[in-house]
């Protein structure tokens, strides 16, 4: 099985973080678009991690039960998990309501070895 050492990791997780700059984070359940948030840029990749600065928060667009996410940098759209702990992208609560203000805790994005 192949693997890369932490330059490597380091180098791929930087250029996630290029790509996916200024991309639009929604958090979702199902298909439906509960939140959509726009990134402002990533921190240095350490240790093969990039952690999403912070942003703005967001007024919710749906009510439901955030159950993934996705974000989405013109074509390019990568998957993620979504939780209040251990997860991608984490948030203090998974319930969202319509019209609520609305942010997200952290998004870190890790290139395995």
């Given at each position: ?76 759209v990568y998957t993620l998990t979504v939780g209040t702990s251990g997860a991608d992208v984490t948030i203090n609560d998974l319930d969202f309501i319509a019209g609520v ?13």
């Open positions: 099985m192949s693997s890369a050492n932490t330059a490597e990791r380091n180098a791929r997780a930087n250029d996630f973080a290029a790509d996916y700059a200024t991309a639009s984070l929604k958090i979702l359940d199902g298909a439906t678009v509960l939140a959509d948030y726009t990134l402002a840029g990533f921190a240095a990749a350490s240790a093969g991690s990039v952690t999403a600065n912070a942003v703005a928060s967001v007024t919710n667009d749906n009510t439901g039960t955030a159950d993934g996410a996705t974000l989405t940098a013109g074509t390019q203000t609305s942010n997200f805790n952290s998004l870190v994005v890790t290139v395995p070895a």
